[in-house]
Structures are given as C-alpha cells and as structure tokens.
C-alpha cells in the first residue's frame, strides 16, 4: 500500500462543475504540496500546507492533519484546467517527498 | 525573479549510449535540488538529491549518478543506458528542504531503444 493515496484515479466534469481531489496519507507530515503536471510534462507547484486552508484564484487546498487528509478544489472548472493534479507528503526530518500517483482530470467544454 | 532550467525537453538514445541531463537555477543561491524520474503509469520517485555542490545523496540503486559541480548546476548522468531507463525526468528546486515550496523544471521525456 502507498503511504500516499490519491483519489479518484480518473475524473472528468463538464465546464463549470466543482472539482474535489483527494489525498490521503500515512505517515506524520511536516508539509504537502499540490502539483499539477501538464499534458507535455511539466509540472507546477500550486500549494505547499502545513495547516488549514490556503487559496489561489479558483483552487483551494485544505488539509486536516489529524485525520492525514488533504483535498484540492476548483471551482468553476475549465477546460484548461484539464491535467494530472498530484500530492506530495513531506515525513518528518526528512526532505524525502512521498508522491501520489495523480489525479487525471479532463474537464470538458 | 527565481527560474529552473532543464534540457533537453526531449531524447531518444540507443540502448548502452551515455547520457548527460542538466539542470541549472538562477535567481537564488545554495539551493537544494533534486532530480526525480516518472515511469510510464507510475509516480514521481526520487533518484538524488543534493544540499550543496559536490554534496549527492541515492535514493534507489540504479544505472544513473547525479553530480553538482557548481552551485546551481545539477546533472544527471548514465554511462551505458539501459531499456528500463526510459522515462520522464524531473529536476526541482528548493530554497531550504520541501517544507518550503518546490519548484520544478519543464522535465525531460527519455526513450531508449
């Protein structure tokens, strides 16, 4: 079993929908980051949390470190937003990420 | 402004040829800097990371070193490419471990055959 577990695997919305991805993990964190990785590859880092919520235009990242649950939002999806969203799980005293293996979103027009 | 340069975006190399990937930083100084590979279905793993120059630690046993000779110069290097090397290499960045944030290359796509 991964100490990091994404949820769905897969997922796609129509333009406009509320988009939730989980992340679940099993070790004591210090951080987790959200990625989101681009059809070519790249990758972008879109939070980093520690605690509580942080927001950045339409995405929303929460984190519940008792329960070792984190969710990424958007809003009002777009096409554009389409791309392989993964979390990242940063132990404690190590500087080691544990990766998901992503969520594929597809968002359609 | 900090960036992340990696090249080249992509590669194709025959089956025992060598391979050199770079990865450099600008805009910031004594960086840690990782290089992280993504099989084909499979998540990002670690490969190296390094908190200062000639400074390289292994995570997984495997065909490929890292090397760090200046401060904001990462590369990773293969003597004899295996088929099992293919995959999507990714170099980041961070200024003080992962519990600040990382910053990623555009990555590079390996085929070997």
């Known amino acids: 079993k991964n100490e990091v577990e994404q949820s769905p695997q897969n997922l796609t919305a129509q333009e406009g929908e509320f988009i939730t991805i989980n992340c679940s993990y099993s070790?004591?964190?210090?951080?987790l980051h959200w990625l989101q990785q681009h059809p070519g590859g790249g990758i972008v880092s879109l939070f980093m949390?520690?605690?509580g919520k942080k927001k950045h235009g339409r995405l929303i990242a929460t984190i519940n470190i008792q329960e070792k649950h984190s969710s990424l939002h958007i809003t009002a999806s777009h096409p554009r937003d389409s791309a392989v969203y993964i979390c990242?799980?940063?132990?404690?005293?190590?500087?080691?990420?544990?990766f998901g293996t992503g969520t594929r979103l597809q968002v359609f027009p | 402004s900090q960036t992340i340069h990696q090249w080249p975006a992509t590669l194709v190399q025959p089956v025992g040829s060598p391979l050199s990937l770079e990865c450099t930083v600008e805009?910031?100084?004594?960086?840690?800097l990782y290089w992280y590979r993504q099989a084909a279905g499979r998540g990002l793993q670690l490969l190296f990371y390094?908190?200062?120059?000639?400074?390289i630690s292994s995570e997984v046993p495997q065909n490929l070193s890292a090397s760090r000779p200046q401060d904001r110069q990462f590369i990773l290097s293969s003597k004899k490419l295996l088929l099992s090397d293919s995959g999507f290499y990714l170099c980041?960045?961070?200024?003080?471990?992962?519990?600040?944030?990382?910053?990623f290359g555009q990555g590079t796509r390996l085929t070997v055959v």
């Open positions: 980041a960045w961070s200024r003080g471990g992962l519990h600040t944030e990382a910053f």
């Open positions: 990242a799980a940063l132990p404690y005293n190590t500087d080691k990420l544990i």
């Open positions: 949390l520690s605690s």
């Open positions: 070790v004591g964190i210090s951080a």
């Open positions: 805009g910031t100084s004594n960086p840690n």
């Open positions: 390094s908190v200062g120059i000639g400074q």
